[in-house]
């Protein structure tokens, strides 16, 4: 049996107002329209619903009994097909799944922390590694919100560009890029490198950049984190070349010494991406705003 909402609302209206034209006022409809819909209900439900006592109409023992139910059932109705748009941050509880690159959570994860914590101390951050393969979690919600420096192509994967992370090199004191009284790219392609890549990957876009000048380095070895790649700057004679950002502590904490490319090559976008299911959800929304500003204020744009 197929069932019109319509006519729910028809008999809210009946049994607060007890007659056909209270009802149709109420409404906004005619009266013999009103009166067709009592016709269809009765139909519906095999009861009389109204029944006329002299000048005025009295609801039935049924009526009586599903009266506070229907009100109810159209309440919820309309919670479903017109949700509020009103957001309570002191009250929201929610658990939003974040896969952003390592870098980015040192960088800009506490600071989106604290924001989220001073607004809405019920909502938790649940920030989870990337996969060395493309996943499907963004797609399927199982993860909230992406930022790394690939956009992607699926057309239900909204995003927005952030900010950029430009590059710098990073070695232990003492090595001999820091001797040079200027640095070039052929000084710097002749060292010995080591890359950050999940996927194991030798070469990334420096090589590409390097090839345009007739230059190839030599990378000896590859890592899938770029704490474990500046340990390695650290303990060896090794380079390394990542974010800025990412860097700005280990120069302090690590020792290590911090030197600027010697040649051009365009910053690397950040990223947030999120799937369109989201694009309206009010608690989603608030939190792209956080994170947001935490990339901002981490210094990545």
């Known amino acids: 049996m197929q069932l019109d909402l319509n006519l729910l609302t028809a008999l809210d209206a009946l049994l607060e107002e007890g007659s056909v034209a209270g009802a149709a006022a109420r409404l906004h409809v005619t009266a013999p329209a009103m009166s067709r819909s009592l016709g269809r209900i009765r139909h519906v ?3 009389q619903i109204l029944v006329r006592t002299g000048r005025t109409m009295t609801p039935t023992p049924y009526a009586l009994a599903v009266r506070a139910q229907v009100h109810e059932l159209l309440h919820q109705v309309h919670g479903v097909l ?3 748009r009103a957001l309570d941050l002191t009250t929201l509880e929610r658990t939003f799944t974040l896969r952003w690159h390592d870098s980015l959570v040192a960088v800009s994860g506490p600071a989106l922390l604290t924001a989220v914590r001073g607004q809405a101390p019920g909502v938790r951050l649940r920030f989870v590694a990337e996969s060395s393969v493309d996943t499907p979690e963004l797609r399927r ?3 909230d919100l992406e930022a790394n420096a690939s956009r992607p ?3 239900d994967i909204r995003a ?3 900010g950029e992370a430009r590059l710098v090199i990073l070695v232990r004191q003492g090595h001999p890029l820091t001797r040079a009284e200027t640095l070039t790219a052929q000084a710097y392609a002749a060292a010995e490198h080591i890359t950050v ?7 990334n876009a420096l090589d590409d950049a390097l090839a345009r000048l007739g230059l190839t380095r030599r990378v000896v070895a590859t890592v899938p984190t770029e704490a474990a ?3 390695f700057a650290r303990d060896s004679g090794l380079v390394v070349t990542l974010p800025e950002t990412a860097t700005r502590s280990a120069v302090t904490d690590l020792g290590l010494a911090a030197l600027p490319l010697p040649f051009e090559l365009p910053a690397a976008p950040v990223y947030l991406s999120w799937h369109q299911r989201y694009e309206t959800d009010n608690a989603h929304t608030w939190l792209r705003g956080l994170a947001r500003d935490a990339l901002t204020l981490s210094g990545t744009p």
Do not use: I
């Open 45 to 47: 439900t095999g009861d």
């Open 82 to 84: 017109a949700p509020s």
């Open 141 to 143: 919600g199982e993860v």
């Open 153 to 155: 192509s699926a057309p």
């Open 160 to 162: 927005e560009k952030v």
């Open 197 to 203: 890549s999940r996927r194991g990957n030798l070469s």
């Open 229 to 231: 790649a500046l340990a």
